[in-house]
């Protein structure tokens, strides 16, 4: 999540020059998203044992989380 807020602070830094090149902020943001998934993939591959034994209380926290978290 650090990475993606690092991500999108450092777009706002080169909005001009971006815009220049003409790249938007819809395709920064879908690759910063995806950078994070190939990140965090093998991590949650890893711990899918641990993964299942929360409970689903506690996942459906973290996706709200996440989603409210991106979307702001």
């Known amino acids: ?5 690092a991500g999108w602070g ?3 830094l080169f909005r001009s020059r971006l815009e220049g090149l003409g790249l938007h ?4 943001v879908l690759f910063e998203h995806l950078v994070q998934v190939i990140l965090t993939l093998p ?6 044992g641990a993964l ?3 409970p689903a209380r ?5 996706f709200v989380s996440g989603a409210v978290g ?3």
Not at 25 to 28: D, L, N, R, S, T
Not at 43 to 48: E, S
């Open 10 to 12: 450092a777009e706002n």
């Open 52 to 54: 299942r034994l929360a």
């Open 43 to 48: 991590w949650l591959v890893k711990n899918l």
């Open 70 to 72: 991106s979307s702001l």
């Open 58 to 62: 506690a996942l459906v926290w973290v």
């Open 1 to 5: 999540m650090s990475a993606g807020a």
């Open 25 to 28: 902020a819809f395709p920064i």
